[in-house]
């Protein structure tokens, strides 16, 4: 098999726009752009969100304060 040549893409683009036409093609590529922000927005806040690990730590010492005051 052979690579389509351009005037292949080009009949099986104005099939596709025939068959679908403007409007539907249109508003896929938008549901398919709001998909891809809406993943790199949930990836963006899950490299801002503070590991476990951290916050153990911090809850741990205020912890460890508060029983040095009461030792003294």
Same mark, same amino acid.
């Given at each position: 098999m052979h690579a389509p040549g351009i005037w292949g893409i080009i009949v099986v683009a104005i099939v596709v726009i025939l068959l679908? /036409? #403007? /409007? %539907?093609i249109a508003g896929?590529? /938008? $549901?398919?752009?709001? /998909? *891809? %922000?809406?993943?790199q927005k949930g990836m963006r806040d899950e490299e801002t969100k503070p590991t476990p690990q *951290? @916050? &153990?730590? &911090?809850?741990? !010492?205020p912890? #460890? $304060?508060? !029983? %040095? &005051? %009461? @030792?003294?």
């Open positions: 679908f /036409g #403007r /409007g %539907k896929l590529m /938008g $549901e398919v752009a709001s /998909g *891809i %922000k809406s993943f *951290i @916050d &153990a730590q &911090a809850s741990a !010492e912890t #460890r $304060e508060t !029983e %040095k &005051a %009461k @030792d003294a």
